[in-house]
């Protein structure tokens, strides 16, 4: 056995699912994000002449 426990690789494996979860959620509010600013400054740019 290689000394590691299983409730020590139980938490590990759902920290590092954690981690990935909440960096795709990172992901999804930056391109929300940059989504409405978008939509903002379309809404409120004089239209060009």
């Given amino acids: 056995m290689n000394g590691l426990t299983e409730e020590?690789?139980?938490?590990?494996?759902a920290i590092t699912d954690a981690?990935?979860?909440?960096a795709?959620?990172?992901e999804a509010l930056v391109y929300a994000q940059r989504q409405a600013e978008e939509?903002?400054?379309?809404r409120t740019d004089p239209p060009a002449t």
């Avoid at 020590?8 to 494996?13: A, D, H, I, P, R």
């Avoid at 939509?39 to 379309?42: A, D, E, H, N, Q």
């Fill in 24 to 26: 795709r959620l990172q």
């Fill in 39 to 42: 939509l903002y400054l379309r």
């Fill in 19 to 22: 981690e990935q979860s909440l």
């Fill in 8 to 13: 020590y690789l139980l938490l590990f494996n």
